[in-house]
């Protein structure tokens, strides 16, 4: 299991007057971001969902957005993490619940939903992506060979959370200088993966419950939630076929 990316997000009701809170905002970033914040020349007017402020952490492996109504971290692991879970959820807890708590003085506390999305690839399987996606998920006829796979299974835990796990297969290419040729006919493919990827999120709760707010408590529980599949349960769904949750 190698971990590839992770994305957090946190949506708040849109917050108009934003723009004007970033430089007390930096300032509670600058232990883990570089400062200042890079402001966007995004009309008042713009969607909300448009960044209107980004960074980067100081050794440029997260990106941190924030919109209006929503802010988003994204982090992509280098080898020095990427074999080990504990080590990614570390690095992000000490970035994403600071932030959490540094924000909701600007939104009076008013998270909407927030959620966690990990990317892993799976390098050790005795047989191409495709077809243990084919043989273990699916369980169809078929009188050829798919070239891809592309499955999501959707679940509702404690009647809070979406459960989001999917599958696919990532043909993996040497890298090329040459743009006009970044096609698989010019490329020598290096490996063939199965991708997995977990979103775990409290938004059921958002659509189905009136008057529904999030907080820090449940982001806490979207890290256990996710910390419990990546350590406990990940094996027996990809290797047997079998979730549970």
Known sequence: ????????????????GMRR?????????????????????????????????????????????????????????????QSDWYKCKEYLENRIFPLINLMKGYIDNNYSFSGLTTEIFIHDLDEEPVKHLFENFIKIGSNTNPFDVNLKLTYVLRERFYINISFSNVRLYEKTTNREKELPAYLQQKDDVLSVLIDINDRYAHNFQKDYHSDVDVMDEIFTITNDILTGKLDQIIYEGRVEL
């Open 21 to 81: 809170n970033f430089i007390n905002i930096e300032d509670g970033l600058k232990d883990h971001f570089q400062t200042p914040l890079h402001l966007l020349p995004i009309p008042d007017d713009a969607p909300p969902d448009i960044p209107r402020a980004q960074t980067e952490s100081h050794e440029g492996h997260s990106k941190l957005n924030i919109s209006l109504d929503r802010l988003s971290l994204q982090t992509k692991y280098d080898h020095r993490f």
């Open 1 to 16: 299991m190698l971990i590839q990316t992770t994305t957090f997000n946190a949506f708040f009701p849109k917050e108009q």
